[in-house]
């Protein structure tokens, strides 16, 4: 399972997802670094079935964490409501067959 957040700027929302940024163009070192690196770890994972989900937050206060664009990000790891969301719905997909 892979969560992205556009809110969240501290992890892009394609790197969270395995996708290749549409504004990764150019022929630069970073650019062409950026590409091999997402092109072996996507054939390192190529029969894994991935469940991408989309996670929206609100932008309710200004702190130093939005001003850095990490807000999201923190929220999505720590926020207890959202973990017991995500497990509540999403549980069956880590249930193991004995």
């Not at 937050?57 to 999505?76: D, M, P, V, Y």
């Amino acid at each position: 399972m892979l969560l992205a957040s556009r809110e969240d700027e501290y992890v892009s929302y394609s790197s969270a997802r395995l996708e290749k940024d549409p504004q990764s163009s150019g022929s630069g070192e970073q650019t062409k670094s950026y590409l091999v690196m997402l092109e072996a770890l996507q054939a390192k994972l190529a029969q894994t079935n991935f469940i991408r989900i989309r996670v929206q937050f609100s932008k309710s206060e200004t702190t130093f964490n939005s001003f850095i664009g990490r807000t999201a990000h923190i929220q999505l790891l720590t926020d207890r409501e959202s973990i017991r969301m995500f497990v509540s719905v999403l549980g069956g997909l880590f249930a193991t067959n004995k």
